[in-house]
């Protein structure tokens, strides 16, 4: 029990302080809004910029030049790293298809890979099988529970009462956790799997984030409103309806026999054969975003 609270102690304290700062906050005037703490949350998103700035920025920006060799190798092996965990999330979930590209990518980039240090699943070779990470926060959406109110957890930045909760749980039963106990790796080298994926996404996003820190008139909301989008992606493995696409009031008037998908936009759930599943891309608004693919694009508000 002493190891373990060595071992997440930070993490624990950066929870209860936000926690018992929500507490003495007063509620938002817009109870809507799923951000009944906001003022507490502006508080600690002000602080996590200015870690932002003087901290992960110029260490994201040193890993950006990093050659190729051995910076992608080891965000490779940190993403390996994970893969046990996802794959435990994928099963809680009953996602057999989540479940089947997470031990198919694993399979083939421990054998082929060299142990993980080189993604070949990804490749056209390999069937270009993507990448797919599952987490306790997501199980517990499955399972039916709500978000709960928005919170901003110092340094690690965008959150839920869900997903803070989920995040302990990994952080806690991470099989590699019991695999490094057993082989007594300390505390450091169980640390360089997050610290690869956090510095790997933060250079990857390096552009993208700057980018809305400049246009938008609240950074904060924006963020917010990204964070949000992207969890209810994820929980539905990167997947919805053709009505999360089609923004629209139906009007009276209208045709209701039209073949006309914008103009008679419920005839997709009229007609099963246009029932479908459509990729989300609400969390892409500009090209520097990383997966931004004009293909893609589809006009939402």
């Not at 703490?37 to 003087?54: A, H, L, M, P, S």
């Not at 080891?74 to 994928?90: D, H, I, V």
Request: glycine fraction near 6%; include cysteine.
């Amino acid at each position: 029990m002493k190891y373990l609270f060595n071992k997440y102690y930070i993490l624990f304290f950066g929870l209860i302080l936000t926690i018992s700062g929500c507490t003495t906050n007063n509620l938002a005037e817009n109870s809507n809004s799923n951000d009944p703490f906001e003022q507490t949350n502006r508080d600690i998103f002000k602080f996590n910029n200015g870690v932002d700035d003087y901290f992960f920025k110029p260490v994201a920006r040193g890993w950006r030049k990093l050659p190729s060799f051995p910076r992608d190798n080891l965000a490779n092996l940190a993403e390996t790293a994970y893969a046990p965990l996802s794959l435990a999330n994928a099963m809680l979930q009953f996602d057999t298809e989540g479940a089947s590209v997470i031990i198919r990518r694993l399979l083939i980039n421990l054998t082929f890979g060299i142990g993980g240090m080189y993604d070949v699943a990804s490749t056209e070779e390999f069937g270009n099988i993507e990448k797919r990470e599952e987490d306790f926060g997501q199980t517990l959406a499955v399972y039916g529970f709500s978000d709960g109110p928005y919170i901003m957890l110092p340094i690690f930045g965008p959150s839920n009462l869900r997903d803070s909760f989920g995040r302990v749980v990994d952080a806690v039963f991470n099989p590699m956790t019991f695999a490094f106990r057993m082989q007594n790796i300390g505390l450091e080298g169980r640390l360089s799997q997050p610290v690869v994926a956090g510095v790997e996404k933060r250079e990857t996003y390096l552009d993208y984030m700057e980018e809305i820190e400049e246009s938008s008139l609240d950074y904060y909301a924006t963020i917010k409103s990204l964070y949000m989008q992207k969890r209810k992606k994820d929980i539905k493995n990167g997947k919805g309806s053709i009505e999360s696409k089609i923004n629209y009031e139906l009007d009276e008037n209208w045709d209701v026999g039209s073949d006309s998908l914008i103009q008679n936009p419920t005839k997709a759930f009229l007609e099963p054969e246009m029932e479908k599943k459509v990729d989300y891309i609400d969390d892409l608004p500009s090209s520097n975003h990383p997966k931004f693919n004009e293909e893609t694009i589809y006009l939402t508000n």
